[in-house]
Every structure is written in C-alpha cells, then in structure tokens.
C-alpha cells in the first residue's frame, strides 16, 4: 500500500510539474513581465544587446540613451550573466520572460534542498517577495542565489558560496550582496575555516571579474560614482506597518492599487504568511538573520541606519534597504520548514498558507499579454519623448500600455528610437551629462532640443569657443547659435575638413575624414574617457565638447576613423570565459564531492544551525 502510495505521489507531482511547464512556455511565448524597471529599463536594453550578442560581439555601447551610455560596464544590463545564452536562438521576449521563469523554477530546487520541504520551497516561489522581483530583471537573480548562499553555508560549500555570490555580483545589486554577506557570516563564520571563505571569495571575484573590468573603465565618471543624497539612497525603505503584511498579506495593495504609493517602496508586497509567525519564535541562527535584515530593511524608519546613511557619505553609493527583506525573508522561509516539520497540523497549516499566497501571487504577477513589445528595427530616429503620463494615476498594466503606445523612454528603443535627453534611472550617465540634464529639467531646453536633433552624427565645427571650466561650458554652450560652433576645454585650431562617411556597424563606429591639417572632429556620442579612437593604426586624443559631446583630433589627410567603446576588449573576453568555465567547474566539482560523500548531508547542517 505504501508503494501504491509513493507511486501515486510521484504521478501527481510529474503532471503537476507537467503543468506548470506548460503554463510556462506559454506565458514566455504570449507573456510580458512588464512592470517598473523592465519596462523602463531592462526590456530594452536587452533588445540592443541582442544585436550585439548574435553578430559575435560584446555590448559596450546603448547608441539609443541620450546620446550614448555605457552597457557592459553597467551592473544593472546584466550583460555577462549566463542566461544571455537564451538570446542567441530564442525571440527576445521570451528569452526575456524566461530569465524571470528559469529563477523562480531553480529557487524552488534550491530551498527545497535548503529545508528539505516542498512546502517551504512552493511557499517562497509563491511569497509576495518572489513575485515581487519579477518586475526587476536583476533583482530576480537574487530570489534563488541568496538561498543558494543559505545552502552553501549549511554545506560548508565554498564552490556554492563562490558561484551565489559571484552570480550576485553579475546581477550588480550590492545592497543585496551586503545583506547576503551579513546573513551567511550569522551563519556559518565560526563553521567554514576562513580558508574556505577566502576560496568563496576569489571565486566569487573571477565570476564577477568581465563587469568589474569594464565597470572599472567608466566608474569615475558616472553619477553614481559621487554617491546620491539620503533621500534618494531611503527613499524605498520598508514601513513598520508592511511588517503586518508579512503575515496578513498586502496591506496597501499591489501593483499600484494604492494609487501612486507604489514607487515609495520597491517590493508590491511581502507576503509570506500566517505561519511565519509560530516559526519566529525558535531558537536559531537563522531567527538572528531575519531579526538583523528587518532592522536593516526599515532604513530611514529605522533611527540608527538614517544616521549613518546622514553621516557617512560612503555609504550612499548603494540604495533601496527594502531590498534586506530578500534574505529576511528567505531566513523566515527556512523557520518556517522547522517548524511545518514539527507540527502536528500540517494540512491545516497547508491550507492556511498556501491558498492566500496563490491568491496574492495571482494578483500581483506582473504580466501581461499585450503584445506591443513585438516590434522590428528600423533606421535609428533621433528624438525627444516627454511623457504626459502620471506615473501611478491608473492600473499599473492600462499605465504601460498607454507608454508603450507612446514609445517612451526607453521602450522606443526597440522600434529604433534614439533618445537626445534621458538620464539612466540607475545613476549611469556620465557626470558631464548629468549638467546637461539638470540644466534642460529647469526649463533651459530650447537650446539642447535644437542642438542635439540637428547636429549630424560628426561633423568638422568651424569655430572653437574655450571655457575654463564645466559650468562656463554649458553657460557657453547655450549662448551658441550657430551649429557649427562648439565649446571646448581648451583653444583648438579649426580646419576646413569634410566628413565623408559615417556608419555604425555593430558596436564600431566608422568615419571617413578628409582633412588639410590635423583637425577637431565633433562626434555625437556621450564623451568618456574610455573610448578608443584610432586611425592608421595609432591611437587619437579624445576631448570633451559642448559639456558632454565626444571629440576627436583627426590627422591630416584622407583616414578612417574607428571608434570602439571601452579600452579592455581582450581583458573582458578572457575574463568572461574564465567566469564561464569556474562557474560550470564549481558545480561539477561540488557534484562529484557530494557523491563522494565529501560534504554533510542535508539533514545534519540544519541541526547545527538551530
């Protein structure tokens, strides 16, 4: 009978998982994950680096973002994450929406080998949490690769505690990092020999190592490198009365049923329900972790955290502490596998659990089955899109319907939209444009709207204005009326040069310049330091012009100009297939020690801990 049993359980759980699979490759193929960032942001950034990924080539450049921003060397475009494999063969939309389902499937796997419960697993995937990050193509990474840290730790894994977080530094979230961090050291800093946790470590650092290269090329020149005010680092904290939501369910709604509240908090809800209660009260480590992350994640609610955010400018080059009830809530989850463990109620508590959070989930997924992302590439279009939307004023999915029709920033970008003035909600813009947003955002636009749709994509000016310093740039920039006058650092000798060809061919710039005498070449795109500009085989001077515009010294004669973003190609491409390789090697190595016996079994760690 218990055989029959087993058997029938194994069929249930096969047609269920049959199901879900099936419910899954549709919603991939007819699906969106549209809500907050990837609507924004992450959607159409992977767009444009498809087109990179297929023609063999690494994204370094967005040619669609205000004139230019980076891309590989920005964390949040997740370009050397190993799921980008998905975009080689699969349309775009569902290589995307499948990078939200292959995490939630392989989350379930590892908490349930974390606790050793279906239940707790099926509970977390389901947790207003998990659902929560599936509008943040990073932030998704997280939901399974902090439990996975857990594992590593309950293990004494230093393979699995390398690769979560080497994974988690490819995501580019280092609030998530740093609370991953706190956690596994409650966990397990007087378990795993500090050898061990230096091996994680250089792991951890070579897997990370192709965005640390190309993040080091732009890192001083980006806003987010000079740290952002209190406000803006608080500014989603989690609110004492969402610690009710914990166990009741949403308490302010979801998505953005509250009206506009929405964008004050980073998670539409937390839910992970009424059992959690009961399973706070035991004696564990794992009570420690999510004791710690709630204080964390209450951020400017919290009186000490606002003090140091206020105090220690350091710190304010990370932000969102609402982003510590990730691993608090996977420390909960864990409790939570105890204490159904050693109940007398299980069924009860089942029900209980269970059928609120598929409730909640249900409401909350964010995905939609409007189709306007299906869009084709046409010739880029330089142009300028102020939304008249109010964010937060209607149904979060009426919302990004009404923006996707109107081709807003930056989901214009799929259809080949180039945006003149539109600063990365990330703080990866360049310093310099920050002065060119900041002026055109206080009613200075006429100047930079004529400017940037009308200047060509190079050109040779005819007169060089010289400031001496930034702000004396855009004061001079916008007194200019002619076109062909552009301001410069310093004084520069024009020349009557011609441009004979521009063309973009991938991720290179190509020019072809006819000049008498060495010359300035104006080039619409975002100045960096990090652009290598080269002609006849030699490397060009590069300067800023008009604020934040890219300029080239040109040498006299017929030459061919190539511009390629980013100085380290061959460093980045050999650390990226060094990131590959230690990543499948450390799980092949973990695999054969587990068979060998090497490392605890499941059950042993968990007593340890508790």
């Avoid at 009424?274 to 009186?303: C, D, E, K, Q």
Wanted: aromatic share 12%; proline share 6%; net charge positive.
């Amino acid at each position: 009978m218990l055989l029959d049993n087993r058997r029938v359980s194994t069929g249930v759980r096969t047609a269920l998982a049959m199901a879900i699979a099936a419910v899954a490759v549709l919603a991939s193929i007819y699906g969106f994950f549209f809500y907050r960032d990837n609507f924004s942001t992450h959607y159409p950034i992977k767009v444009l680096s498809v087109h990179a990924f297929r023609s063999g080539e690494i994204p370094y450049w967005n040619f669609a973002d205000a004139g230019g921003q980076p891309l590989a060397g920005n964390p949040n475009t997740l370009t050397f994450y190993p799921d980008n494999v998905l975009y080689l063969f699969l349309p775009a939309h569902v290589a995307f929406n499948l990078h939200f389902l292959i995490h939630l499937a392989v989350a379930f796997f590892i908490v349930r080998a974390l606790t050793r419960s279906e239940f707790a697993a099926s509970m977390y995937v389901f947790s207003g949490i998990a659902v929560s990050a599936t509008a943040f193509y990073n932030l998704i990474v997280a939901v399974p690769m902090i439990p996975l840290a857990f594992l590593a730790a309950q293990r004494r894994s230093r393979w699995l505690l390398g690769c979560a977080f080497g994974l988690l530094a490819l995501a580019g979230e280092p609030v998530v990092l740093i609370g991953t961090a706190i956690a596994v050291a409650i966990l397990a800093i007087d378990r795993m020999p500090i050898r061990a946790f230096a091996v994680a470590i250089v792991i951890a650092i070579v897997i990370a190592s192709p965005l640390l290269i190309a993040y080091a090329e732009i890192a001083r020149e980006v806003e987010r490198s000079v740290g952002m005010s209190s406000r803006t680092v608080l500014n989603a904290s989690l609110p004492p009365i969402r610690i009710v939501e914990l166990f009741a369910g949403p308490v302010i709604g979801v998505l953005n049923d509250a009206g506009g509240q929405y964008r004050a908090r980073l998670f539409s809800t937390i839910f992970l329900g009424l059992i959690a209660l009961p399973a706070l009260v035991r004696r564990s480590r794992y009570t420690i972790v999510a004791a710690v992350m709630l204080f964390l994640a209450l951020g400017r609610y919290n009186p000490f955290v606002a003090y140091i955010v206020d105090h220690v400018r350091a710190v304010r080059i990370v932000r969102y502490p609402e982003k510590f009830a990730l691993p608090m809530i996977v420390a909960m989850v864990v409790l939570v596998a105890e204490y159904f463990r050693m109940t007398r109620y299980r069924r009860l508590w089942l029900f209980i659990t269970l059928i609120p959070l598929l409730w909640t989930a249900w409401r909350a997924l964010p995905i939609d089955l409007f189709r306007h992302y299906r869009t084709s590439l046409h010739a880029p279009v330089r142009t300028y899109v102020a939304s008249s939307i109010a964010a937060g004023a209607m149904p979060a999915r009426l919302e990004y319907r009404l923006r996707a029709i109107a081709d807003e920033p930056l989901f214009g970008a799929t259809k080949g939209l180039r945006y003149v003035i539109n600063p990365s909600p990330d703080g990866m813009h360049s310093l310099r444009s920050r002065m060119v947003i900041e002026r055109f955002q206080t009613g200075i636009r006429e100047h930079y709207l004529n400017i940037e749709q009308a200047f060509p994509y190079a050109f040779f000016p005819t007169r060089v204005v010289a400031t001496r310093d930034i702000y004396a740039e855009a004061v001079a920039t916008e007194k200019v009326s002619d076109l062909t006058t552009v301001v410069a650092p310093r004084a520069l000798a024009v020349s009557p040069a011609r441009v004979l060809r521009y063309e973009e061919h991938g991720q290179r710039i190509t020019i072809d310049v006819d000049a008498p005498q060495p010359a300035l070449l104006f080039v619409n795109q975002t100045y960096f330091g990090a652009w290598d500009v080269r002609a006849r085989g030699r490397a060009l001077e590069t300067l800023p012009l008009d604020v934040d515009r890219l300029g080239v010294i040109v040498p006299a004669g017929t030459t061919r100009v190539e511009l390629r973003f980013g100085r380290h190609h061959m460093a980045v491409a050999i650390a990226w297939i060094a990131s590959s390789l230690l990543l499948i090697a450390c799980f092949f190595v973990e695999g054969r020690d587990r068979r060998a016996g090497q490392v605890e079994r499941p059950g042993d760690e968990n007593r340890a801990l508790v």
